[in-house]
T-cell receptor
Framework: QKEVEQNSGPLSVPEGAIASLNCTYS??????FFWYRQYSGKSPELIMS????GDKEDGRFTAQLNKASQYVSLLIRDSQPSDSATYLC????????????FGTGTRLQVFP | GAVVSQHPSRVICKSGTSVKIECRSL??????MFWYRQFPKQSLMLMAT?????????EQGVEKDKFLINHASLTLSTLTVTSAHPEDSSFYIC?????????????FGPGTRLTVL
């Protein structure tokens, strides 16, 4: 079982729709969770971080964390073609490590 | 804020040569920098964790004598790929974590694409 799992996609949504990206992790003691966006040929860009159960909203993005289910998701409202990219979920295991464990990413395609 | 630069952005070299990649945090101090490698259509794989003033910690399977890491200051870490071979061709990305505050976020550099002929 991979430590961080994501559906590779592609996830195709029409412009203006809500895109829902999901991630599960195996280590129950994981503390910090991150979503990065990576355009083709570019390096990852941090979108959201979340540390507590529940929802965290930032503009069109909402991160959701459920530690009991070991599940973290990212919702993108009013999806735009410019949102088309690979979205990487990353997990930091505990407070005494800085290492991030990345999922393989979900490719999102937003079509006009 | 939180800008990380890498140099060079792209390098092509002959097999057997060594290549140095620089990673700089431009507007913050980074006690810890990370070096990742990403092959096409794969996720980021952590190679090593670099701490200012101390030896780097390498992930399992990464040859420390081949991938030399130096973190000489709070704003600069370098990765040297020694005796590069075609299988070392990849996208190398560094990231940095701020030395101050409680932030856990890592900020990534733009990456260096290495092609070994």
């Amino acid at each position: 079982q991979k430590e961080v799992e994501q559906n590779s996609g592609p996830l195709s949504v029409p412009e203006g729709a809500i895109a829902s990206l999901n991630c599960t992790y195996s280590d129950r003691v994981s503390q910090s969770f991150f979503w990065y966006r990576q355009y083709s040929g570019k390096s990852p860009e941090l979108i959201m971080s979340i540390y507590s159960n529940g929802d965290k909203e930032d503009g069109r993005f909402t991160a959701q964390l459920n530690k009991a289910s070991q599940y973290v998701s990212l919702l993108i409202r009013d999806s735009q073609p410019s949102d088309s990219a690979t979205y990487l979920c990353a997990v930091k295991r505990s407070y005494n490590t800085d290492k991030l464990i990345f999922g393989t990413g979900t490719r999102l395609q937003v079509f006009p | 804020g939180a800008v990380v630069s890498q140099h060079p952005s792209r390098v092509i070299c002959k097999s057997g040569t060594s290549v140095k990649i620089e990673c700089r945090s431009l507007d913050f101090q980074a006690t810890t920098m990370f070096w990742y490698r990403q092959f096409p259509k794969q996720s980021l794989m952590l190679m090593a964790t670099s701490n200012e003033g101390s030896k780097a910690t390498y992930e399992q399977g990464v040859e420390k004598d081949k991938f030399l890491i130096n973190h000489a200051s709070l704003t600069l870490s370098t990765l040297t790929v020694t005796s590069a071979h075609p299988e070392d061709s990849s996208f190398y990305i560094c990231s940095a974590r701020s030395a101050y505050g409680g932030d856990n976020e890592q900020f990534f550099g733009p990456g260096t694409r290495l092609t070994v002929l």
